[in-house]
């Protein structure tokens, strides 16, 4: 942590600072520069430390030097992690991709989708069971029917299941029936749900929040990591931005720039960041190429009649086709599907 | 809502839209233009229509022309909401000012802040039990404890409590001890701690989530309208923007801007938005002057020693005189305090 | 300049990145932490020495601890700057409004607005000559002709002239009929123009661009102080973010932000901000009341028969029932109009 | 255009909307809701309408339908547009990169450069002569000093020559040198300068401005298309959002969507959007597989030493392993370098 002072600081505004320093049991080093003065402080910072200092008088500004997140980064294991799943593998060298509806519809609907997404390579099913929406009037999901409908497609087609568990007395209840549970972008800082799905011993999909940062997106991975689990998969879904075209902007430079800081593994999701179907296709391969370690897609037989986010699913055959070109572009970045 | 096609669509692709929309009831009014065709669609529009047309072949765009939310909208309800509560009325003439620390510490400094912020004309009492914090290694608040000791302060002091509620299995417990029960900024879109609150009886603050529009804030407020509560106040906190110097962007205009469209009150947090004290009493008066009901203030005795955002914490004298001048700014745009 | 060595960095990494420093002719500090090195920069550092060390291997990142500007600093001018000009100063206890026409219409549109918020107690004209227009297909201003007619509006009211030059070209030639030459936010990065303006010898009045931070607009103001010319005045205009209601997202906070670094003038500009006359009275009373030097503000006679902006522009009668109410705020803040 | 007359408008004013809709010589088309009323406007629709009467009484808002733009859109020219440069094309099958330095800095770093990526694939050389700088106390570039050495190099090798043009009167010098004129990002919106490179008769590279959205790219294309110049490519280069790891946001998701509704060639800038070497690679791999036309790539033998933005560059190693992977990708979408 280092404390920059204000260029009018005093010699007792400073020696104040260092005081204070001191009596959270940290050590100093100052540094007197031509214009200013900052002060090195040396040991295990204590968040609130920099919190309550930057008030002090004649404290320009705290400048944190650690990652704020511990287990999360890379320092702390420099490896790649590796969730292994009933013979899935993800963040290895294995591409994953996840497939599915954006909402279960019913049990024809997620059969038909499973059966096909399997066939052209996919090892997980998505499919909503909760549905947060912005809007109370939009389709909120058919709840545990969907889960039961979930089990029975993974029973069926040996598929994974992912599901959303949105409410933290469900997480139980999500867990029995799905393999990995995901938190949405809306609830990546919903810190009561981080805690009880780190409790759960399930593998965690958490989704970046549309105004997280990265260093956000880590700090969120954290809460899960201190209930003791450690199978988390990120998951870049877009940001906010001005751009209107998109729903959101996809952000694919976090892909390389999370895996630079961080040990965990990143899939991609271009149906909700584009909100577009034509742009899903050219977005997962961008992703591949951008080096993720999956990819997380919607799919419909019939996107026109979709109970929910329709217009940005991809149609069976859009999913094949796109299965074909995700191959070749692992293949060049070293991975394989 | 009106469906625009693409130039180059074909009376069939026009024909086969038409026909779905009749399909769920409602009527159409096509209009053929010099270079396109746009049909308009008359009838209590279903969101879901919406959803899944636009990606109907020939359809460039779906655009709603009716809000999406009903009751948090001036159309339904011309007339300012004022919520009345034990004397204290919020969203009539009266500026409501809701001061206090952070995060609630201890007794002594409770009290402290509770009298000495009553005494210089708040109404309402602030101080977080349950603390989302981005770091799951920063202050998390002292429960139950807290709200003991806000509900003593309300005691001695006259002072109506609000806090905040983070976890949907908390709200009863929060609600025996506070007036008002905050939904914080992240959790603006937990639907489902909206929903129980909601369902609460109490009434709720709820702040704007920091990458939410206006619209996305009335849909959120729409959700708890719909359990049948509709004593809710809006809170202005700043949005997330490029802009690093503050700690959020405070959207001031986003005040008249609500007040245009919705019924519902609309409070400040120049704390949270800006992040640093210096900037705390200017956004305060700015506020009141944009035409807010109210302001909601961090105040600590000694801001160098807080748990919790000490350097955005007024010092009780900084608060006094904050007060002065805001009762002054009060008058000139008809309001009182 | 602090830079940070990656936990990993070895010894001769850290010794490469002295020798580095030190051939640059600076000294260097390094204060080795229990996790990380990191060595703080001592001299008048270049810029270029950011710039090119931090791809250095070892380095994590390189932490400036000097503003970047100098001369728009308030470290290098502690007190205010005022810009005295014909008996109008900006800067001062004077809060000084800028009102007219977003674009020069006509003779008789131009003086029956200048004679109407002169009376009312404008200080400064405006009135777009040359528009910068997102589409070429929308009024691109009158030119010369324009220029002239505010000349004459200037002789018949006493009002002094503000207009945009947008072409480095054309400096010389608004500098004949301007009595201020304003900077469009768009051309805020312009830094031709900027340089060009710099030399005029008339005080510029530079607009904050809309991806721009206070520091970048701190920055592109101190390429017009390097040519000579401290005359500059800042205007907030509002910043791109992601909600659409408003044009803009007016910053506020910006007002006492850019204060409390820099010695300049800060005006406070709500018509292009909001883009919505209804917004503009709140915003700009909130302007005053943030601690603004001054408003600038589009009035116009008839709003739905102006060739430019109509929507955003204050009538002359709202324009004087706003005027009363900033002389009443001003008065609060410790200002005069 | 529809006109959205709000809930409460009056017959009156609904009449007097279409009245001066007609007087604009334009035919109308209303639609009565069960809620509102809406008026379609049929004809070739003048902007200036669309600006005027949006502060009518009763006008809630004004949608347009029509893209604002006519000559950049896919519309107006269906085709892909290819430019044919001395047997280089860009926006056809084949794939273009452009490499070289961020500043020209020498003939001996140029010449270095120009050589190696010649040999490794790339078609055009960039290099900076003109340095648009966010401060006034960085490298600003060697002027026509580095023309003559682009000039040269082009001689040696055969590599066509792009750089920026900063000011209007330079147009023709920098012309006399390059074989495409870039126009910055800061200077998207310098409307005076697209003019000029419009009526320059050279190829024009627009580089997308940091918050501007894709229609703002594509108007301002448009104002240099009707000056006759059609030869233009646009250039993705990142945008300004919250996320502070990267320097700006890469959205590549806008190549598919620019390719969608326009048919001008899109090349991705990697280097200056995200600022740092190690995040280049898997970016351009990533532009490749969303569709892009062309690369732009900043390379310098010495990252270290360079005189500008030394951080994002690649070695010259790194460019080759780079280029070896675009070639393999660009197969997979069927394009070819």
Redesign the interface.
């Known amino acids: 942590m ?1 404390i ?1 002072m204000s ?1 009018g600081a005093t010699e007792k505004q400073i020696k104040s600072v260092i005081d ?1 320093v001191h009596s959270y049991g940290l050590r100093t ?1 100052p ?1 007197y ?4 003065t ?1 002060i ?1 402080v ?3 910072n ?3 430390v920099v ?6 008088p004649g404290v320009e500004s705290i ?1 944190p ?2 990652q ?2 511990k287990f999360a980064g890379r ?1 702390a294991h420099p490896d790649d992690s590796v969730i292994e799943l009933d013979g899935v593998r993800i963040g290895g060298r294995e591409v994953v991709v996840i497939a599915g509806p954006c909402a279960v519809e019913g049990r024809e609907q997620l059969m038909g989708i499973a059966r096909r997404v399997k066939k052209s390579g996919a090892s997980l099913l998505r499919g909503g069971a909760y549905k ?8 909120q999901g058919l709840g545990e029917e969907a889960l039961k409908l979930l089990a029975e497609a993974r029973e069926e087609t040996g598929l994974l299941v992912i599901t959303e568990v ?4 469900n997480v139980d209840l999500v867990g029995q029936y799905a393999d990995i549970l995901q938190v949405g972008a ?2 990546m ?4 749900l981080l805690t009880e799905v780190g409790m759960s011993g399930h593998p965690v999909m958490l989704k970046r ?3 997280s ?4 997106l880590l ?1 969120a991975a ?2 899960v990591i ?1 209930e003791g689990n450690r199978d988390i998969i990120l998951c870049e879904r877009g ?8 729903r959101n ?9 999370i895996k ?1 800081v961080s040990h965990l593994p990143v899939v991609v999701d ?1 149906s909700h ?2 909100g ?4 899903v296709e ?2 997962c ?7 993720a370690d999956g990819l997380m897609v919607e799919v419909h037989p019939d ?9 940005q ?1 991809l149609t069976l055959d859009g999913f094949d086709r796109m299965m074909d ?1 995700i191959k ?2 692992a293949d ?2 070293g991975r394989e599907i």
Chains 1, 2, 3, 4 share one sequence.
């Open positions: 280092i920059v260029t204070k080093h540094i520069g031509v214009r200013k900052v090195g040396i040991g295990d204590k968040t609130v919190e309550s200092m930057s008030g002090m400048i030097i650690l704020p997140y320092e947060p929406r912005t809007s109370p009037y939009s389709f949105t409410d933290p007395r809306r609830n800082q919903n810190f009561v929040g549309p105004s940062t990265i260093t956000d700090l954290e809460y201190i940001i906010t931005t001005f751009e209107s075209y998109t902007t996809l952000d694919l430079s976090a892909v390389p720039a630079h271009p960041a584009t577009k179907s034509h742009l050219p977005m391969l961008a992703a591949i190429a951008s080096g996107p026109d009649q979709a109970l929910c986010d329709g217009p699913a070109k070749a572009i060049i970045v």
